[in-house]
T-cell receptor, first 113, second 116 residues
Framework: AQSVSQHNHHVILSEAASLELGCNYS??????LFWYVQYPGQHLQLLLK??????LVKGIKGFEAEFIKSKFSFNLRKPSVQWSDTAEYFC???????????FGGGTRLMVKP | EPEVTQTPSHQVTQMGQEVILRCVPI?????FYWYRQILGQKVEFLVS????????KSEIFDDQFSVERPDGSNFTLKIRSTKLEDSAMYFC??????????????FGEGSRLTVL
Protein backbone atom coordinates (compact mmCIF):
# COMPACT_ATOMS: atom_id res chain seq x y z
CA ALA A 1 0.00 0.00 0.00
CA GLN A 2 1.21 3.47 -0.75
CA SER A 3 2.07 5.87 2.05
CA VAL A 4 3.04 9.51 2.27
CA SER A 5 5.38 11.00 4.85
CA GLN A 6 5.74 14.59 5.86
CA HIS A 7 8.62 14.74 8.29
CA ASN A 8 8.09 18.26 9.56
CA HIS A 9 5.03 18.34 11.77
CA HIS A 10 5.42 21.93 12.93
CA VAL A 11 7.44 24.71 11.34
CA ILE A 12 7.82 28.22 12.67
CA LEU A 13 9.31 30.89 10.45
CA SER A 14 9.65 34.64 10.43
CA GLU A 15 8.22 36.63 7.55
CA ALA A 16 10.49 36.73 4.49
CA ALA A 17 12.19 33.47 5.44
CA SER A 18 12.38 30.73 2.85
CA LEU A 19 10.25 27.63 3.21
CA GLU A 20 10.77 24.04 2.24
CA LEU A 21 8.39 21.33 3.40
CA GLY A 22 9.35 17.75 2.78
CA CYS A 23 7.12 15.08 1.28
CA ASN A 24 8.14 11.52 0.48
CA TYR A 25 5.94 8.76 -0.82
CA SER A 26 6.31 5.03 -1.13
CA UNK A 27 5.01 3.75 -4.42
CA UNK A 28 7.08 2.46 -7.29
CA UNK A 29 4.75 3.22 -10.17
CA UNK A 30 3.51 6.35 -11.86
CA UNK A 31 2.03 8.82 -9.44
CA UNK A 32 0.12 12.07 -9.45
CA LEU A 33 1.20 14.44 -6.70
CA PHE A 34 -0.60 17.23 -4.92
CA TRP A 35 -0.11 19.82 -2.23
CA TYR A 36 -3.20 21.06 -0.43
CA VAL A 37 -3.38 23.88 2.10
CA GLN A 38 -5.88 24.44 4.90
CA TYR A 39 -5.99 27.96 6.27
CA PRO A 40 -7.39 28.34 9.79
CA GLY A 41 -11.13 27.73 9.76
CA GLN A 42 -11.25 27.02 6.05
CA HIS A 43 -11.49 24.00 3.77
CA LEU A 44 -8.66 22.15 2.08
CA GLN A 45 -7.70 23.79 -1.17
CA LEU A 46 -5.29 22.84 -3.91
CA LEU A 47 -1.95 24.65 -4.02
CA LEU A 48 -0.42 22.79 -6.93
CA LYS A 49 -0.26 19.42 -8.65
CA UNK A 50 2.10 17.35 -10.75
CA UNK A 51 0.96 14.83 -13.34
CA UNK A 52 3.68 14.82 -15.99
CA UNK A 53 6.16 17.05 -17.78
CA UNK A 54 8.34 19.62 -16.07
CA UNK A 55 9.09 18.27 -12.58
CA LEU A 56 9.17 21.80 -11.20
CA VAL A 57 5.59 22.92 -10.86
CA LYS A 58 4.35 26.33 -9.88
CA GLY A 59 1.20 26.86 -7.91
CA ILE A 60 -0.78 29.66 -6.42
CA LYS A 61 0.53 32.29 -4.02
CA GLY A 62 4.16 31.89 -5.10
CA PHE A 63 4.48 28.25 -4.08
CA GLU A 64 6.34 25.69 -6.14
CA ALA A 65 7.22 22.04 -5.77
CA GLU A 66 9.80 19.78 -7.33
CA PHE A 67 9.18 16.16 -8.17
CA ILE A 68 12.37 14.11 -7.82
CA LYS A 69 11.49 10.62 -8.96
CA SER A 70 14.73 9.03 -7.78
CA LYS A 71 14.09 10.29 -4.27
CA PHE A 72 10.32 9.65 -4.27
CA SER A 73 9.97 13.25 -3.13
CA PHE A 74 7.74 16.20 -3.88
CA ASN A 75 8.94 19.02 -1.64
CA LEU A 76 7.08 22.29 -1.39
CA ARG A 77 8.98 25.57 -1.49
CA LYS A 78 8.39 29.26 -1.26
CA PRO A 79 11.28 31.76 -1.36
CA SER A 80 9.74 34.30 1.02
CA VAL A 81 6.82 33.46 3.31
CA GLN A 82 4.22 35.88 4.56
CA TRP A 83 2.16 35.90 7.74
CA SER A 84 -0.85 34.93 5.62
CA ASP A 85 0.86 31.63 4.75
CA THR A 86 0.14 30.39 8.26
CA ALA A 87 -1.79 27.20 7.61
CA GLU A 88 -1.55 23.43 7.55
CA TYR A 89 -0.04 21.92 4.42
CA PHE A 90 -0.82 18.44 3.16
CA CYS A 91 0.99 16.42 0.55
CA UNK A 92 -1.11 13.82 -1.28
CA UNK A 93 -0.48 11.09 -3.82
CA UNK A 94 -2.65 9.30 -6.33
CA UNK A 95 -1.28 6.09 -7.84
CA UNK A 96 -3.23 6.20 -11.11
CA UNK A 97 -5.08 3.02 -10.23
CA UNK A 98 -8.12 4.87 -8.98
CA UNK A 99 -9.29 8.20 -7.65
CA UNK A 100 -8.14 7.79 -4.08
CA UNK A 101 -5.73 10.32 -2.62
CA UNK A 102 -3.35 9.20 0.11
CA PHE A 103 -2.48 12.10 2.38
CA GLY A 104 0.56 12.79 4.48
CA GLY A 105 0.16 13.75 8.09
CA GLY A 106 0.31 17.47 7.40
CA THR A 107 2.72 20.21 8.41
CA ARG A 108 1.54 23.13 10.49
CA LEU A 109 3.31 26.29 9.43
CA MET A 110 3.29 29.35 11.62
CA VAL A 111 4.74 32.54 10.21
CA LYS A 112 5.60 35.18 12.75
CA PRO A 113 5.02 38.77 11.64
CA GLU B 1 -16.81 30.83 -6.64
CA PRO B 2 -18.64 27.51 -6.47
CA GLU B 3 -18.00 25.52 -3.34
CA VAL B 4 -18.80 22.26 -1.63
CA THR B 5 -21.06 22.72 1.35
CA GLN B 6 -21.50 20.33 4.25
CA THR B 7 -24.06 20.05 7.01
CA PRO B 8 -24.05 19.86 9.92
CA SER B 9 -20.80 21.55 10.84
CA HIS B 10 -20.80 19.71 14.16
CA GLN B 11 -22.87 16.80 15.40
CA VAL B 12 -22.81 15.14 18.78
CA THR B 13 -24.41 11.72 19.06
CA GLN B 14 -24.66 8.80 21.41
CA MET B 15 -22.86 5.57 20.63
CA GLY B 16 -25.08 3.23 18.63
CA GLN B 17 -27.11 6.01 17.01
CA GLU B 18 -27.37 6.54 13.29
CA VAL B 19 -25.86 9.66 11.78
CA ILE B 20 -26.29 11.19 8.33
CA LEU B 21 -23.79 13.73 7.10
CA ARG B 22 -24.85 15.79 4.13
CA CYS B 23 -22.90 17.36 1.32
CA VAL B 24 -23.82 19.47 -1.67
CA PRO B 25 -21.06 19.05 -4.25
CA ILE B 26 -20.28 21.58 -6.96
CA UNK B 27 -23.11 21.30 -9.44
CA UNK B 28 -21.33 20.12 -12.60
CA UNK B 29 -18.95 17.77 -10.85
CA UNK B 30 -19.12 14.06 -11.56
CA UNK B 31 -16.98 12.46 -8.85
CA PHE B 32 -17.76 12.57 -5.16
CA TYR B 33 -15.72 11.54 -2.16
CA TRP B 34 -15.74 11.21 1.59
CA TYR B 35 -12.58 11.50 3.64
CA ARG B 36 -12.18 11.64 7.40
CA GLN B 37 -9.59 12.92 9.82
CA ILE B 38 -9.46 11.61 13.35
CA LEU B 39 -8.00 14.24 15.66
CA GLY B 40 -4.22 14.28 15.38
CA GLN B 41 -4.15 11.74 12.56
CA LYS B 42 -3.95 11.77 8.78
CA VAL B 43 -6.75 12.58 6.40
CA GLU B 44 -7.99 9.15 5.28
CA PHE B 45 -9.92 8.15 2.21
CA LEU B 46 -13.29 6.50 2.82
CA VAL B 47 -15.11 6.21 -0.49
CA SER B 48 -15.47 7.58 -3.99
CA UNK B 49 -18.70 7.68 -5.97
CA UNK B 50 -19.20 8.06 -9.70
CA UNK B 51 -22.10 7.44 -12.02
CA UNK B 52 -24.40 6.67 -9.09
CA UNK B 53 -22.31 3.93 -7.63
CA UNK B 54 -19.32 3.42 -5.38
CA UNK B 55 -16.16 3.30 -7.49
CA UNK B 56 -13.66 2.73 -4.69
CA LYS B 57 -13.74 2.27 -0.96
CA SER B 58 -11.15 1.81 1.74
CA GLU B 59 -10.98 -0.77 4.49
CA ILE B 60 -12.44 1.80 6.85
CA PHE B 61 -15.65 1.91 4.82
CA ASP B 62 -17.24 -1.21 6.25
CA ASP B 63 -20.87 -2.30 6.42
CA GLN B 64 -21.82 0.37 8.91
CA PHE B 65 -21.14 3.07 6.30
CA SER B 66 -23.19 3.85 3.23
CA VAL B 67 -23.37 6.67 0.71
CA GLU B 68 -26.18 7.92 -1.39
CA ARG B 69 -26.96 10.61 -3.91
CA PRO B 70 -30.70 10.65 -3.44
CA ASP B 71 -31.77 13.64 -5.50
CA GLY B 72 -28.99 14.61 -7.89
CA SER B 73 -27.67 17.37 -5.66
CA ASN B 74 -27.04 15.99 -2.19
CA PHE B 75 -24.40 13.38 -1.42
CA THR B 76 -24.83 11.76 1.96
CA LEU B 77 -22.73 9.59 4.25
CA LYS B 78 -24.67 7.43 6.67
CA ILE B 79 -23.12 5.75 9.67
CA ARG B 80 -25.62 3.17 10.93
CA SER B 81 -24.48 2.47 14.45
CA THR B 82 -21.85 4.90 15.57
CA LYS B 83 -18.87 3.86 17.65
CA LEU B 84 -16.59 6.00 19.77
CA GLU B 85 -13.83 5.60 17.19
CA ASP B 86 -16.03 7.18 14.52
CA SER B 87 -15.43 10.56 16.15
CA ALA B 88 -13.63 12.56 13.49
CA MET B 89 -13.90 15.38 11.01
CA TYR B 90 -15.58 14.13 7.86
CA PHE B 91 -14.74 15.92 4.62
CA CYS B 92 -16.78 15.73 1.47
CA UNK B 93 -15.10 16.50 -1.85
CA UNK B 94 -16.08 16.62 -5.49
CA UNK B 95 -14.23 16.83 -8.78
CA UNK B 96 -15.08 17.28 -12.42
CA UNK B 97 -12.60 14.62 -13.44
CA UNK B 98 -11.12 11.74 -11.51
CA UNK B 99 -7.85 12.17 -9.69
CA UNK B 100 -6.13 10.08 -12.36
CA UNK B 101 -7.19 12.57 -15.03
CA UNK B 102 -5.80 15.79 -13.60
CA UNK B 103 -8.91 16.14 -11.51
CA UNK B 104 -8.68 18.69 -8.73
CA UNK B 105 -10.68 17.78 -5.65
CA UNK B 106 -12.72 20.57 -4.08
CA PHE B 107 -13.29 19.99 -0.39
CA GLY B 108 -16.02 21.14 1.94
CA GLU B 109 -15.25 22.61 5.34
CA GLY B 110 -16.00 19.37 7.09
CA SER B 111 -18.51 17.96 9.54
CA ARG B 112 -17.18 17.27 12.99
CA LEU B 113 -18.74 14.16 14.49
CA THR B 114 -18.43 13.52 18.21
CA VAL B 115 -19.64 10.16 19.49
CA LEU B 116 -20.22 9.93 23.25
Amino acid sequence: AQSVSQHNHHVILSEAASLELGCNYSYGGTVNLFWYVQYPGQHLQLLLKYFSGDPLVKGIKGFEAEFIKSKFSFNLRKPSVQWSDTAEYFCAVNNNAGNMLTFGGGTRLMVKP
Amino acid sequence: EPEVTQTPSHQVTQMGQEVILRCVPISNHLYFYWYRQILGQKVEFLVSFYNNEISEKSEIFDDQFSVERPDGSNFTLKIRSTKLEDSAMYFCASSLQGATNTGELFFGEGSRLTVL
